[in-house]
């Protein structure tokens, strides 16, 4: 046939030590394009089919409407339903085989969650222990605080006192000292006006001994 998409092929075969040429085509290529050809779409049938007449005798005419065509791919439907339904049945347990797989793979992995669960309870607790800890350590560190400000404030007051009692001490002693000065100076005072008196009384004395002596040598001059 010309006019068909698949060309001639050249190839040789050995007849009697001989190359003898010939020319071919692909008939799965020929086939193709007669099956793809519009012109022959109304010619090709693809299903058997059965033919009879008035008195209901089978026709015989084109190859599709015998007996073999008929046996021959209704029986491929039957192997090919059989095949289906083993296949079918074969995809079923395997499907039933991977549900059993994906389900123990479900429970490991809700085994893990379970495991990562109880771990992140357990990670929990230990932050929670944690900041108990910590807020202890801050709560001794504001009791230490406490306690500090405490003694330096009590030590401040202990200094201004001490330092209050060393003022009043050194007020007292100024107040002392000068109570000492005035009675030395009072008792000074006292021995120098008691040695003026005594001077005094013996110039007095001696003035008046001295009257006495010449009052009584003017008396025994008179007598002469």
Not at 84 to 91: G, M, T
Request: proline share 2%; glycine share 4%.
């Amino acid at each position: 046939m010309d006019g068909l998409a698949c060309g001639w092929e050249e190839s040789s075969v050995n007849t009697e030590g001989k190359a003898t040429p010939f020319w071919y085509r692909n008939p799965i290529v020929a086939i193709q394009d007669i099956l793809e050809h519009p012109l022959f779409k109304e010619h090709l049938s693809y299903a058997p089919v059965k033919q009879m007449d008035s008195s209901g005798q089978h026709i015989y005419a084109e190859i599709w409407t015998t007996e073999w065509w008929w046996k021959t791919q209704v029986s491929f439907l039957v192997l090919s339903d059989r095949l289906f339904l083993v296949r079918f049945s074969l995809c079923l347990g395997e499907l039933e085989c991977q549900r059993d797989h994906v389900r123990e793979i479900m429970s490991e992995r809700s085994c893990q969650r379970d495991h990562v669960r109880e771990i992140m309870s357990d990670r929990a607790y230990q932050r929670e222990c944690v900041r108990e800890i910590v807020s202890e350590r801050s709560c001794r560190r504001d009791r230490v605080r406490e306690n500090v400000s405490e003694s330096v404030s009590g030590r401040s007051c202990q200094r201004d006192r001490v330092r209050e009692n060393v003022s009043e001490s050194v007020s007292e002693g100024t107040c002392q000292r000068a109570c000492w000065r005035e009675c030395v100076r009072e008792c000074v005072r006292e021995r120098v006006r008691e040695r003026v008196r005594e001077h005094v009384s013996e110039g007095v004395r001696e003035r008046v001994t001295e009257r006495d002596r010449d009052s009584g040598s003017v008396s025994s001059g008179q007598s002469r």
